[in-house]
């Protein structure tokens, strides 16, 4: 399909023609202008190149269904991200002795043309230091090892840029799909009934302004929240998702794009209609075809979760609530 776009100054809009099209209602759109605008349909469907609108005033664009503002950076902005995967935890050879993480791990270092590197604890803790004193400053005060691996994975993939998978991840099959796309962020939802992006496996270049809004998001979050003690715990189970986790996470990637005048979505899913150099969303076969998460965090004696049961015992206080994730 032909679209032209002119200027009519006299009439201080924009006219749009395109062949063949129809006029179509301004509720076919999603975050549009307040004003009526015309735009075009195609047979198929909303017309997925760019086209030109303009509300009272502020220029948008029509994209996959969706008014975005007009001057976002194209394609030739977005810098590429290494096939490097970074994964970490409290050692190597503790990742040896359980036998379901080695294989994991193995699965990984195994992905031909794929650079890999392991950080352990005190590794991880220098990067963190010497990207930031004032953030590591509240990281070393964190009481779970999963909250001090949470800031790592944000801080590695903004300095070095590449993919960040959980020691338990499997890789099943050509994992390219996470660095192939020149985009700044590669998600995917969570494999599981909540509507948070996934931060167990994700993908962003080197000095990504996504991951970069994510730290500050997480910094601000951190230091509003003061000390964090057993009682915390008791009071928010879910404290590690809200603070460094996916909750966090997902906030901070969709406010980042609607500072920017793009427009909010409800289900994670939909935000697959971005413009996939801005961010790209995978689908939901991501998870049955490319990568497993096997979650020991969540259901191991040694993950996560029974750290923060642990931490909050030993603290005098009762057995937090089951913990069950927030949709």
Known sequence: ML?????????????????????????????????EEVFCR????????????VGDGRERMAVNGLWLPVGLPGPGAVGGIPPH??????????????????????????VPGLDYTFCDDATRDTMVREFSPRLYKVYRLLPLEVMKADVWRYVVLYVRGGVYADV????LSDPSVLW?????????????????????VFAAPEGSPIIGFVLQEMMRRLEAEGQI??????????????????????????????????????PISSYARYPAHLMHVLGASFHRKVVHHISLGASSLSGWQAERDKLVIRGGGSHPRPFKRLN
Do not use: I
């Open 85 to 110: 995967v970074w994964q970490t935890h409290r050692s190597q050879a503790y990742v040896d002795s359980v036998p379901r993480l080695r294989r994991a791990q193995r699965s990984w270092r195994e």
């Open 180 to 200: 192939r796309p020149r985009s700044w962020l590669v998600v995917a939802p969570e494999n599981c009934q909540t509507n948070y992006f996934c931060q167990w």
């Open 42 to 53: 195609t047979e198929e469907g909303v017309v997925v190149q760019n086209t030109c609108l």
């Open 3 to 35: 679209v032209c776009v002119s200027r009519v100054r006299s009439l201080s809009a924009w006219v749009l023609y395109a062949m063949p099209s129809q006029v179509v209602s301004r509720r076919s759109l999603e975050g549009m202008p307040s004003r």
């Open 168 to 171: 338990d991840t499997y890789s």
């Open 229 to 266: 003690d057993p009682a915390s715990f008791v009071k928010d189970p879910h404290l590690v998702h809200r603070l460094t986790g996916p909750a966090m996470f997902t906030d901070a990637v969709r406010s980042f794009w609607f500072r920017k005048g793009l427009p909010y979505l409800g």
